[in-house]
């Protein structure tokens, strides 16, 4: 995933620093971020004590979310350590809603729409030479056009497995092998069938949005236990849950989006 894009570091707050007469803290900082050789970015805070903490491996999508404008208020002691912890928890948060997201998008290409997609048979296992592979990883999946699939074996001793496995599946299609080549004919869909892939991608989207709030969780929890610890402030708790629920709301807002395409396509006939 390229990434072009460099954030801008917004003003990043200390507890450490010295109110002013009016009430605004004095002591803040806003550097720039810079891009390395990897398109990292480098997310800078300018602590009360002087410490500079760098923040990189983000790419254009993390940008959006990790190290941007986070408040650190922590303890000048251990101001290495909390900004080390704070980090890996946004990091261990991005990679597993990514994931998240990665896989409900999988699992919608498996759903078949009435169109032809090598997609559709991408979670199919085989029983090769003792071990189960994906499909995919033993032969080659073409759609020659909009309702034929034509599986190509490396290995033609393969294709009783593979026909085995494709009729044991729930993609709901018949095998026809000539010796050489798999063909899967898709037949169009009936309104009945429709709505029965609807209900199965809208599971598949509430159970993505699930796994999304469960990250969120799980860092509210690693949070509150750093203020619960006095490492951070409680104003530093609410600004970073807050940054977890933006996070949040910009996958679930993904899944809905990705929701929406499959079901425009499973309602068209």
Known sequence: MAATAVADCRT?????????????????????????????CTHRSLSSVARISSWQRCDSRRAAHLGVGRPVGVRAAADEEVEEELMMIEESALERMEKTLDSVRGNFNTVRTGRASPALLDRIEVEYYGANVIL????????PDASMLLVTPFDKSSIPSIEKAIMKSDVGLTPSSDGNVIRLSIPQLTAERRKELLKTVSKLSEDGKVALRNVRRDSLKAYEKLQKDKKISEDALKDLSNDIQKM????VKQIET????????????
């Open 12 to 40: 990043l707050r200390c507890i450490g620093s010295t109110p002013s007469s009016q009430g605004r803290v004095t002591h803040v900082a806003s550097l720039p971020a810079r891009r390395s050789p990897q398109a990292a």
């Open 136 to 143: 995919k990883s033993i032969a080659q999946i073409a759609a």
């Open 248 to 251: 949040t709301d910009d996958y």
């Open 258 to 269: 990705a929701f929406k395409q499959k079901e425009k396509d499973l309602l068209t006939v």
